[in-house]
T-cell receptor
């Protein structure tokens, strides 16, 4: 158990809908990262937050947004869902914002299925 | 941006044998190279990592080597056991923002 929690574990929804994925980082970690895992694209970095502020952006669609709250939990919002958004979404956390001594620990993931 | 390639895509070994998984990276600024193990239905688990100022690191049956000149790094698992069967991902980061770029993953099967 990494100490990173994610809810829900599974999510099934329809095209065009909006969903929210939640992540709680390990105790003491200030950075939260979101990754998408799909069969064709592998594990792709979406976005990073550090202590409430957006730190880095990756291949995140404009239909997706995220935020980190004062208690450091983070939410990933996915809107106008398409079939291709079906994937595993992982949250990871680390102590620091950057640096090569900044190990990332992953949560168990949320499996999103768009029908 | 960074590109990480991982090969082979599948690897099958006999229990007790060694397994070696290789990765190459493209960005010479990358300085942090973690390895993750992912079991079915679970999130990636950090198993070992190496930084660019170190050439080799060991942790019990697992070791990682880094060749900065050739831009490749490898995971070595000795005395493999059936519970080592999983998907293994290599990744690289420049450390500037800790964004990890992952390889496509390799499925390791350890035959009893």
């Amino acid at each position: 158990d990494s100490g990173v929690t994610q809810t829900p574990k599974h999510l099934i929804t329809a095209t065009g809908q909006r969903v929210t994925l939640r992540c709680s980082p390990r105790s003491g970690d200030l950075s939260v990262y979101w990754y998408q895992q799909s069969l064709d694209q592998g594990l792709q970095f979406l976005i990073q937050y550090y202590n409430g502020e957006e730190r880095a952006k990756g291949n995140i669609l404009e239909r997706f947004s995220a935020q980190q709250f004062p208690d450091l939990h983070s939410e990933l919002n996915l809107s106008s869902l398409e079939l291709g958004d079906s994937a595993l979404y992982f949250c990871a956390s680390s102590v620091l914002a950057s640096g090569s001594y900044n190990e990332q620990f992953f949560g168990p993931g949320t499996r999103l299925t768009v029908l | 941006g960074e590109n990480v390639e991982q090969h082979p895509s599948t690897l099958s070994v006999q229990e007790g044998d060694s397994a070696v998984i290789k990765c190459t990276y493209s960005d010479s600024a990358s300085n942090y190279f973690p390895w993750y193990k992912q079991e079915l239905g679970k999130g990636p688990q950090l198993i070992i990592d190496i930084r660019s100022n170190v050439g080799e690191k060991k942790d019990q049956r697992i070791a990682v080597t880094l060749n900065k000149t050739a831009k490749h790094f490898s995971l070595h698992i000795t005395e493999t056991q059936p519970e080592d069967s999983a998907v293994y991902f290599c990744a690289a980061s420049t450390g500037a923002n800790s964004k990890l770029t992952f390889g496509k993953g390799i499925t390791l099967s350890v035959r009893p």
